[in-house]
């Protein structure tokens, strides 16, 4: 039976990517060579870093202000290096709280120095994105999560800011096109839209680095990961190939613009059905409604066996809901298919024309 | 025709490891899923991180008083977290400079606190192990590289100390067996003997812990990967699997004991082969020659071109030293089959025939 992967991460790749990345392990482009026992500095491993970088600046058109790198840690050690990179010493910066995340940023940007958290919606359990805050002009840099993979909800529009922006896109990065231009430093794990789990992207504007006179860590430093082409160590070749492959089929789907209409479809089937069905409730406020993550609960949490029961014989899989929201969460990332929302949809139908 | 691949790191892996890995990349375990696409919290994804774990410190025999944890950034994070956790605030570190990645360990240590080398074989392009020295009982820890994958040497034992050891294993870790008692922190990267470029171990004496007075970044926090079994963030799952496998294949080599004799005669045969050939010279004093790492050179460099072209068609791969060396490396990893040392012995006695 076909799997039909909700999962909020890892998740849901593009079949072409598992058989292109099988194929790789065993003999990669028939060097006679697994991927997984050449040397990063060989020319084809070069090629496949150089070709990932170069991908992301096509598909999110980086301009040349700003340089791509892939480093590892996910984005919890770029909790770390924004600090590290960004605030002064005795310096401070403001963080927008909206869920587990942010709240993430925060904790370690606070080991550093002064951190203002100008805005949270902790107030109600983060079910909504707060707009009605300014960004101060005396701090280092504003940081912001644009999605909250656990609360279901994203931020459609950004301040306007005099301090340099950094943004978590974790969780929606590629999903939609972006004005990079607006940014100054982005970041995302690779394990939702754009590969498997074991690196982490980051968009740096060169012009914002070497301002804080901290003597940064090498690994934590973003302009040696920048100097030396993403390649200070030894990176995870497997992983990287993997983004690679998953950037190509990307920019074959018509790359942000055309997987833009169809996370939009998916989100809009979905949300449709949440809303019209008598037995469910969204959890996120419905103008901040996240995308990629749609989370719901029963009215009625007694059926929750039965409603488990029915999406798990549809081929419904990780579908459950992180234990700080509960309920649902169906994550539709980049390679879930329209197919899989549809099935997601049918049983909600089906169901409630059982219990409804 | 068959590669012999001397890489110096990523490198060769058990042909088994491939298979499987392929496999699982389209379907885990025959659960209708990739292993790319699962959640790392999932049952079966923790059972790879668990069996992992449990395997280390089956193949070390892991004393009780320590713990083993994966993380990410390789060994280059490693030279950042060991003072981060061992050295206190104005506190002080005593390294041993043996070689580039030595050098690097220093660097990092530096940014912390007071660095005293207390040794270093600088003065001969770390072609030897310095010994005439003594761990001075004042400061918070000393630090040392097992086997310097550049140069060609190994450390055959290890001196007295009153003070924590810490010691960078990452090219020969698991190749023979150890006492890791003597140790307090070990840490290695897993693209030697362990497994695929992307993930990092360390075996961590829990009671050394928590002394510092710092206030450390969580990702950068021994305690806090101890505390989260290898989980306080979104693991590598498809590293891990690899670290997995290959684990599971040393333990059926009889584990470190077995490997241990086959590394030597690999070892043997080609130093022999190196001494005994009037057309070359090992670059290591002989009684710290790496059994991981061969450093050689031609005695005469006109017949580079010549001796390269009969190395690569009898299908040896990734044998061109290091750029601060020269010459000639071969990486003799625990992967790496008797087989392949003796058709390069056998390339080396035909070089002479013909040369020589």
């Known amino acids: 039976m076909k799997i039909h992967n909700f999962s909020a991460g890892p998740c849901i790749l593009p079949d072409e990517v598992f058989q292109k990345m099988s194929e790789a392990v065993l003999n990669f482009n028939n060097s006679g060579s697994s991927i997984m026992e050449i040397s990063h500095r060989r020319a084809d491993a070069q090629e496949v870093m150089d070709t990932s970088i170069q991908l992301v600046k096509e598909l999110l058109q980086v301009p040349d202000t700003h340089e791509v790198i892939f480093t590892q840690g996910g984005a919890s050690l770029q909790f770390v290096m924004v600090p590290f990179n960004m605030m002064k010493v005795n310096g401070s910066a403001a963080y927008l709280e909206t869920g587990a995340w942010a709240k993430g940023a925060i904790k370690e940007a606070k080991k550093l120095g002064n951190v203002e958290i100008i805005a949270s ?65 982005i970041y995302a794990g690779a394990q939702k839209n754009m590969g498997p789990a074991g690196s982490v992207m980051a968009i740096v504007n060169k012009e914002v680095l070497g301002k804080t006179g901290r003597d940064i860590p090498s690994y934590l430093d973003y302009q040696i990961h920048i100097n030396k082409g993403s390649a200070f160590n030894t990176w995870p070749v497997l992983a990287i190939y993997g983004v690679m492959l998953n950037l190509q089929w990307l920019k074959n789907q018509g790359g942000v613009a055309g997987i833009s209409k169809i996370n939009q479809e998916k989100a809009e089937l979905l949300y449709s059905e949440i809303d019209r069905n008598g037995l469910f409730t ?38 459950n809901g992180h234990r700080d929201v509960g309920g649902y969460r169906a994550s539709m990332y980049n390679a879930l298919p329209l197919e899989s929302v549809q099935v997601l949809v049918d049983v909600m139908k089906a169901f409630e024309q059982k219990f409804g």
């Open 121 to 185: 919606s902790a107030d109600q359990n983060f079910n909504y994105i707060p707009k009605d805050y300014t960004v101060p002009s005396n701090v280092d840099y504003f940081h912001c999560t644009s999605n909250n993979t656990i609360f279901g909800t994203q931020m459609k529009s950004f301040p306007e800011s005099s301090v340099p922006v950094v943004c978590d896109m974790s969780s929606d990065i590629l999903s939609k096109p972006l004005d990079v231009s607006k940014f100054d430093v």
């Open 282 to 319: 969204g959890t996120a406020v419905v103008e901040d409604r996240s995308e990629m993550n749609a989370t719901f609960v029963l009215n009625n949490e007694d059926l929750k066996s039965e409603f488990d029961k029915m999406w798990k014989e549809a081929g419904i899989s990780s579908l």
